[in-house]
């Protein structure tokens, strides 16, 4: 099997001249797992090993396929809703957040809840209590049956409308149009959502910008490397699961860059090898990302199966470095004593 020969990026974060003859790999960074699914793929982990088997999860701890069946095999039973779990056991709920009536479904059937909600995300939570508390009409940018945006719409269902792209701007009723306010899933595209608020402004002069960005710095910190290195590809590989929200966003972003095509794999065994031979001729070029729920070694692989087709140099192309951490939910923190 070739090598991988690592190059470097220039300080700019664009990739140092390449063999001009060669075939090369611009590798995004940051890419892959961010700070609130390392918590909640860790917060699953260290229940199994503190509780034993089975470990129950509500939804898809988070939205990766190869992480969701390494679990399964550990011994977690993911379910669809709390009712499924037996009484008094221990459920997990997932990086996305649930709505209000889940937790209380939880209470009521005694189920000892650890509740892996991302910080990012349970701060889009608390916007849309305080805003409608204080009266407000919510606007939530976001897409229609993702869970997140089902766990923020149950914090207040009379209050917050679902504004599910540019058409559905023009459908949007609200009560005083001196206040409304927009806030956002975490994981959609900074443009996009920038479009729609733009349109949203046209309707509703006085709307009011959330507090702080919803769309969280690792969706934002993934599109920024992408948009960096996508206008030098023919071709932009996003290796994450299909109903990834920002992984999808990355293909889209990719595209909109200048990336002649770009396409979503779960694993190297993925990546259709007519790929590499449009009809334009050889790719020389492929950009190699991945979502913020994908682990490493799927990037691995799939810089192996190019190597294998002679895409064995790869440049890094940086845009970003993230450090931030997220503390471990306070069921499963390690003993201090
Ligand atoms: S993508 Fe953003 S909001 Fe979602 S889990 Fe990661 S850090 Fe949290």
Redesign the pocket.
């Known amino acids: 099997m070739p090598t991988l020969d690592m190059e470097t990026s220039d300080s700019s974060g664009a990739p140092v001249a390449a063999a001009s003859t060669g075939k090369r790999v611009l590798l995004a960074e940051p890419r892959g797992?961010?700070?609130?699914?390392d918590?909640?793929v860790e917060t699953v982990e260290r229940a199994l090993e503190k509780h034993g088997a089975p470990v129950y999860v509500r939804h898809e701890i988070?939205h990766n396929k190869h992480v969701v069946e390494t679990l399964t095999n550990k011994g977690v039973v993911f379910v669809h809703e709390a009712d499924e779990v037996p009484e008094g056991a221990m459920v997990v709920f997932s990086?996305?957040g649930v709505a209000p009536n889940v937790h209380e479904l939880a209470a009521d059937r005694g189920l000892r809840v650890i509740d892996a909600t991302?910080?990012?995300?349970n701060k889009v939570h608390n916007e849309a209590k305080r805003f409608a508390r204080d009266g407000y009409d919510i606007l939530l940018i976001g897409h229609a049956g993702h869970e997140?945006v089902i766990g923020i719409i149950g914090e207040a269902p009379d209050d917050v409308q679902l504004v599910d792209g540019l058409d559905a701007v023009a459908s949007v009723q609200v009560r005083d149009e001196n206040k409304v306010v927009w806030l956002s899933q975490?994981?959609l595209s900074v443009d996009e959502t920038m479009q729609t608020v733009v349109k949203l402004r046209e309707r509703f002069p006085n709307l009011q910008d959330p507090p702080s960005d919803d769309?969280?710095?690792?969706?934002q910190n993934r599109q920024t490397a992408v948009k960096a290195m996508a206008p030098e590809c023919e071709l932009v590989i996003v290796v994450g699961s299909r109903n990834s929200s920002?992984s999808n966003r990355l293909v889209e972003v990719a595209l909109g860059a200048g990336a002649d095509a770009a396409h979503l794999v779960d694993y190297a065994e993925d990546i259709d090898p007519s790929w590499l031979h449009p009809e334009s001729g050889e790719v020389q070029t492929i950009g190699v990302t991945s979502g913020?729920?994908v682990p490493e070694i799927l990037v691995r692989g799939v810089l192996e199966r190019l190597a294998d087709h002679g895409y064995d140099t790869v440049f890094p192309v940086t845009t970003a470095n993230e450090t931030?951490v997220?503390a471990l939910p306070r069921e499963i923190r390690p003993d201090r004593r």
């Open positions: 797992y961010c700070a609130g699914v918590r909640a988070v990086a996305h991302c910080p990012l995300v997140e975490t994981t769309i969280c710095y690792a969706t920002n913020a729920s931030l997220f």
